[in-house]
């Protein structure tokens, strides 16, 4: 089927450099998780999340965590749907939801941090 749209994919290393800034166009058949794995070299592991399986994104490419003391943070720059189902503008927001949750919407930029887990500010 044809692209529906296009969104902005980008990964942040422990560093706090963007190590990738993609451009990719996607379809209907396509979720998030569809569109990393189909791009790049994904780490994960599923877990049960809310009495469901979810998916944890541990590592895309060479930016990997241990979901001991880093993970990967999801943020949304565009557009999320409220409890409505209409569509609200969001900056850079963390995703409150699992990837398998996360819609795809054209124009969005998803990104993906590598966060330290348990560390207060200040300790460079």
Request: no cysteine; aromatic share 8%; net charge negative.
């Amino acid at each position: 089927s044809d692209a529906t749209g296009s969104v902005v994919i980008r990964v942040i290393d422990e560093e706090g450099v963007v190590v990738i800034e993609d451009s990719l166009t996607f379809t209907d058949d396509d979720t998030l998780f569809s569109l990393l794995e189909k791009h790049y070299e994904l780490h994960w592991s599923s877990m049960p999340l809310a009495g469901a399986e979810g998916k944890i994104i541990l590592g895309i490419n060479d930016v990997i965590t241990d979901f001991q003391t880093s993970f990967i943070m999801i943020l949304i720059d565009g557009h999320v749907y409220d409890r409505q189902g209409n569509q609200v503008a969001v900056e850079e927001e963390m995703s409150r939801v699992g990837i398998d949750l996360i819609p795809l919407i054209d124009g969005n930029t998803y990104i993906f941090k590598h966060q330290p887990i348990g560390t207060s500010g200040g300790q460079e």
